[in-house]
């Protein structure tokens, strides 16, 4: 990582935690969602009144209790969904609906089987009428970026979860998308594999100017990955805090992190948080 990014990566967690609007790249205004029954009408208040902000280029992770509304929100941000009331920006601009400067990677791999690595890869180029030329020199690129190099003419199912999920991602990152918005995307592979895939995700992040939010149950995860994490309440979530993580890039590896006091009292603290909400499920101690 070069040297300015390092500099740049410490301002961002010295800042204030609110941004005036416009230095937002992600803005959640007073955001409200219900879900409405089709067959009674009944309403399900997912999304409650809430209010934040993300940074260009930030690394920013979201932690809350099971059903408490995080998928919703990606879905809104993404534009798949529409708030009931509020807005959101993303680069200054209301969401009105999906668009290629948001790219979404879903829990599951959301592959298409009769289709090879490379042609997965370059799905979304295909669609935008992009030439076969270059969509296979997009492909290589990002293929290689995820570790997949010989797998290009591999199909989903000759693959291990952990390379679905990277063959997910590099399609993803092949839109050239401003946002990545990422749910639960490692939830699924084994605990050594999503170390690995936290380690390279971090490293494809660094070397880009995306703006990530990254959704997770894990403790550790949201820890290692975050910028900054926002927890948030019960359904209707609300935010319940943001909290910077003010442990250097540099010193973010597994091997060092198991060992690194700043990391034990987060994990403590974020830990104790998700507990007293009513999350049994957030773990401390695994990353799987
Ligand atoms: N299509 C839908 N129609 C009606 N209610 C829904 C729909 N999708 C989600 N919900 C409800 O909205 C609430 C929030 O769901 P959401 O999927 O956003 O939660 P989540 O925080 O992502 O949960 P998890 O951690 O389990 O993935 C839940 O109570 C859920 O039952
Ligand atoms: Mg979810």
Redesign the pocket.
């Known amino acids: 990582m070069a040297d300015s990014r390092a500099i740049h990566r410490h301002d961002h967690t010295a800042r204030e935690a609110v941004l005036p609007e416009d230095a937002a790249k992600i803005l959640f205004d007073g955001v409200t969602f219900e879900?409405i029954?089709a067959q009674t009408g009944e309403r399900?208040r997912?999304i409650d009144g809430l209010t934040a902000q993300i940074r260009e280029n930030e690394f920013f992770c979201i932690l809350?209790?099971?059903?408490?509304?995080?998928?919703?929100?990606l879905?809104l941000v993404a534009g798949l969904l529409k708030p009931t009331q509020g807005k959101i920006l993303v680069g200054g601009r209301v969401v009105k609906g999906p668009g290629a400067d948001r790219g979404l990677v879903f829990?599951e791999y959301a592959l298409l089987p009769w289709r090879t690595v490379r042609e997965n890869v370059a799905l979304g180029l295909k669609i935008r009428g992009v030439s076969r030329e270059e969509r296979d020199a997009v492909a290589r690129r990002f293929i290689h970026l995820v570790g997949l190099d010989g797998f290009e003419r591999k199909y989903p199912h000759e693959l291990s979860g952990g390379m679905r999920q990277r063959v997910a991602v590099a399609r993803t990152l092949a839109n050239s998308p401003d946002v990545m918005l990422m749910?639960?995307p490692f939830a699924a592979v084994d605990a050594q594999t999503r170390a690995v895939l936290q380690e390279e995700l971090t490293r494809i992040w660094a070397q880009s100017r995306l703006t990530v939010v990254f959704?997770t149950?894990n403790v550790d995860e949201a820890i290692f990955l975050g910028d900054r994490v926002l927890i948030?309440t019960p359904?209707p979530?609300r935010v319940h805090s943001v909290i910077p993580i003010d442990i250097p890039r540099e010193e973010r590896s597994w091997a060092h992190l198991d060992r690194d006091p700043r990391f034990a009292a987060l994990r403590g603290r974020i830990g104790d948080v998700m507990r007293n909400l009513g999350d049994g499920s957030a773990s401390n101690h695994d990353r799987g």
Request: charged share 20%.
């Open positions: 879900y029954d399900l997912a809350g209790p099971s059903g408490c509304g995080k998928s919703t929100l879905y829990q749910d639960e959704v149950h948030m359904r979530a």
